[in-house]
């Protein structure tokens, strides 16, 4: 049985895998998250993962990665510097529908690189600076692209979600079962075979 490794520091990517019922190792890469000029958001998060799993692999494992970033508009919103620019973020997305980009690669001894993105749209309600302050107080919002997070005290802020729900929290059930599908290997409600 090859051993399953997540190529990323996320705390939410690793509770949906122990979610999942999968065992898995940590190894986080020091992949550089820089858009090149012109690129795509799409192009850009599928570009990241892939570097992150083919950074993090190994011989005799299967390595996951992913990456996240919201788009209002044409502007990409990654995870903010700071408290001002968490503030400012939110309120850009107070009253308006997003989209959020989920790119994933899963990296397979046996089969290679597979790659994908998944895509939500959400539709924040309408706010006001005091409440975007008070959220970036909490301090839940400095980690997360676009300043949320759907799956704790942000889910305050939502409206509306088409799409899937894993995918903004950072990783996609059905886009893993899809990688796993083309990689495979067979996803049984437990350890990978």
Known sequence: MRRLVLASASPRRADILRMLGLDF???VT????RREPGERPDAYVERLAREKATAASEPDARVLAGDTVVVLDDTVLEK???AADAEAMLLALSGREHVVLTGMALSDPGSG???LVAQAHVRFRTFDATLARRYV????????AGAYGIQSRGAALIERIDGDFFTV???SVAGLMALLERAGVPY???PLG
């Open 25 to 27: 190792d940590v190894r």
């Open 30 to 33: 020091d992949v550089p998250e």
């Open 80 to 82: 903010p510097v700071d």
């Open 113 to 115: 690189l597979h790659s």
């Open 137 to 144: 107080q909490t301090g839940e919002p400095m980690d997360k």
């Open 169 to 171: 929290m950072g990783l």
């Open 188 to 190: 049984r409600f437990g």
